[in-house]
């Protein structure tokens, strides 16, 4: 039993990135490639440190590595949605759209994650913090039991927000940012990466408000109130992850520069990352609510006392 105990800390720092990326058996993992590997996976042994620095290294890594497990927790968001829309038993097309979703955000987790540990492998030796790996947590309230209601408005509302959240606002905000790293990436196998991960988002950003289209019918008056409400606390969560202290009044005069040029292995500057979702706000994000028949403006009025 001393034996054991003394096992457990060792077994649970190895939950971290190399951890997610271990096979899982001959069989598991020729079926997980098929789905997955869809484009030619890229050579990440290719990779050579030599011309980059340590420092430079390091910081491409901490980003790679955290974007991994954000693809990660997409794919419990999606799986968590997908459970809920069909219990609600909506159109078997979209949880078709779902499912195809669910495998894309694991094939983004694991690019990213390979792509952290490629770039930096010494790295969960020296600093085995930036590599772990915890528990997903889903960004919004518990769904209702579908044990509990046979009225399946409740589920399709809660799903309405979810949608919002995850696809609405953070896949369309996504691809800007993707076609950014592409721009910026000199190291080739930063922009593979980046340009197969570029390659899903669109379909993604399209489904939360094709999505959106079709479930706001159903809701009752006061679902599509919550939905407003939610909006402005989504405004607040994603301003203050993506910018940081970086607010609009910063940027208002600047324009966004993004063009291939120093050696970059895949990163973004806060300055660009904030530029990037002002403008999408802007351009993309606010017209697409509008057609809906939110008012993204009241919520982003709102966003401060929403917090």
């Not at 954000?70 to 949605?81: D, K, M, P, R």
């Not at 197969?196 to 950003?205: G, M, T, V, W």
Request: aromatic residues 6%.
């Amino acid at each position: 039993m001393a034996a054991s105990r003394a096992s457990e800390p060792d077994q649970r720092e190895r939950v971290g990135t190399e951890q997610m990326l271990a096979p899982a058996g001959e069989r598991l993992g020729s079926v997980h490639r098929k789905q997955v590997h869809r484009d030619p996976w890229p050579d990440f042994a290719s990779f050579d440190p030599t011309p980059w620095p340590l420092a430079q290294r390091r910081a491409a890594a901490i980003q790679w590595a955290g974007r991994a497990r954000n693809e990660h927790g997409s794919v419990q968001q999606f799986g968590q949605l997908t459970q809920v829309l069909a219990t609600a038993c909506v159109e078997l097309e979209l949880l078709g759209c779902l499912a195809r979703m669910i495998t894309d955000e694991v094939r983004h987790a694991e690019l990213c994650a390979a792509m952290a540990l490629a770039i930096w492998p010494e790295g969960p030796a020296l600093e085995p913090k930036v590599f772990r790996w915890p528990q997903p947590r889903p960004p919004w309230r518990d769904p209702p039991s579908p044990r509990e209601l046979d009225d399946p408005e409740p589920r399709l509302a809660w799903a309405a927000e979810a949608i919002l959240t995850a696809c609405c606002l953070g896949e369309t905000l996504s691809k800007p940012m993707l076609e950014a790293l592409v721009v910026v990436s000199t190291e080739p196998l930063a922009e593979a990466v980046s340009r197969q991960i570029l390659r899903d988002e669109h379909l993604h950003a399209t489904f939360g408000f094709e999505a959106l289209e079709l479930l706001l019918p159903k809701l009752s008056h006061g679902s599509r109130e919550r939905l407003q409400s939610e909006l402005a606390s989504d405004f607040a969560g994603f301003e203050r992850s993506v910018c940081g202290e970086i607010g609009i009044a910063d940027v208002a005069n600047s324009e966004i520069v993004i063009e291939r040029g120093e050696p970059n292995l895949g990163v973004l500057t806060g300055h660009q990352y904030a530029m990037i979702f002002y403008s999408c706000l802007e351009a993309e994000i606010f017209p697409r609510l509008r057609a809906l028949g939110l008012d993204p403006e009241a919520a982003w009025a709102a966003r401060r006392a929403a917090v």
